[in-house]
């Protein structure tokens, strides 16, 4: 896989997130693109540098898009979504054996499962630096199920989005430089009876 285009696909999503987070919003959802880069590389790339790239769409996550707090004041803190996403795509890596991956919808659903996982993960890390820093969650003064839920909506509008996005990175496909490994078994289908 070649570096120099993920981190510029994931700087460009990150950064179309952050300039045009609202023209996806639908009252608290919200889709994103960054995850259906993430699960692009997830589903595609070697399984030894998944979790890396995941990481770092998780970096960009956090500079591009920084937690708003309850008093209105914006915190950058790298490492909330480097931990989300990096679960994420472990929940993700599995699928890739199950997943027919030139359908649309399986790609859509891994979509939703990486973006469910790296809720679920940033939600879990909010409450316990919270916990350990004796502030107030983000989501404040909505409760956690409520945020919940929210996060959980705007994983499935992930997975809708997803399926505009992964028709446009399937044809960028050969600038990502993957590598293909495909295995031949002898057998009578080869031999050319």
């Known amino acids: 896989m070649r570096w120099s285009v993920h981190l510029l696909a994931v700087l ?3 950064a179309l997130d952050a300039g045009l987070g609202g023209l996806f919003e639908i009252g608290s959802i919200r889709a994103s693109i960054l995850p259906s880069v993430v699960v ?22 956090d500079l591009f898009a920084p937690t708003v707090l ?14 989300a996403f990096a679960l994420g795509a472990a929940a993700v890596v599995p699928l890739r054996g199950l ?14 499962v990486f973006s469910a996982f790296a809720a679920l993960g940033w ?8 916990a ?8 404040w003064p909505a409760s956690g199920v409520g945020e919940l839920l929210v996060q ?3 994983a499935l509008a992930d997975g809708v989005l997803g399926l505009v996005v992964f028709w446009v990175l ?19 289908a080869r031999e050319g009876l």
């Open 70 to 83: 309850a008093d209105g004041s914006a915190l950058v803190v790298p490492g909330p979504h480097i931990l």
């Open 123 to 130: 939600i879990s890390i909010s409450i316990v630096r919270s």
């Open 40 to 61: 692009f590389v997830a589903l595609t790339a070697p399984k030894r540098i998944v979790l890396r790239a995941a990481m770092a769409g998780g970096l960009a996550c």
């Open 99 to 112: 997943l027919y991956r030139q359908n649309p919808v399986s790609n859509a659903a891994a979509v939703v």
């Open 152 to 154: 959980l909506m705007s």
């Open 132 to 139: 350990v820093l004796g502030s107030a969650v983000p989501w």
């Open 12 to 14: 460009l999503a990150a």
């Open 170 to 188: 399937t044809r960028t496909k050969p600038i990502w430089g993957f590598e293909s490994k495909t295995r031949l078994a002898p057998g009578m």
